[in-house]
């Protein structure tokens, strides 16, 4: 109980967590780079349970990674060239303007193979 209220004061939460395949961790940061790698496990830790995908604004994830918009989208290519993403399209508000980019997630125990790619 104390450690939980310990947690909270450093502003973590006490709900939820992400599971990253140990493979991918040892194979894929070498590839595509830690920045990147970062962006993925963001990106993951919007897909709890069964979900495939996720759609946070550019700029959440750029705040959330202490990174530049651009920075953002520059990851976010290198994860679309290797398919660990696959941006779908931009989802629409309810008065019709672009909001944000659907992103669907491979999970990382289902990633692409690495023969190919190396």
């Known amino acids: 109980m104390e450690r939980e ?3 909270n004061k450093k502003g973590f ?7 990253i395949h140990k493979g ?10 830690t920045g990147p790698t970062m962006l ?4 993951l830790s919007y897909c709890y349970g ?23 989208r520059k990851y976010r290519e290198v994860l679309i060239k290797y398919e660990l993403i696959e941006k ?6 309810a008065n019709g303007d672009y909001q944000t980019n659907l992103y669907q997630i491979a999970k990382s125990d289902k ?5 190919h790619i190396e």
Do not use: C
Request: without cysteine.
């Open 111 to 115: 990633l692409p193979k690495l023969n």
């Open 24 to 33: 991918f961790i040892d194979n894929w940061t070498k590839i595509i780079g």
């Open 13 to 19: 939460s006490n709900t939820g967590f992400t599971l």
């Open 50 to 72: 069964h979900k495939k995908h996720a759609w946070p604004s550019v700029g959440t994830l750029a705040k959330r990674m202490g990174v530049t918009k651009n920075t953002i």
């Open 40 to 43: 993925y496990f963001q990106l």
């Open 5 to 7: 209220r310990e947690e």
């Open 88 to 93: 779908m399209y931009k989802r629409m508000s």
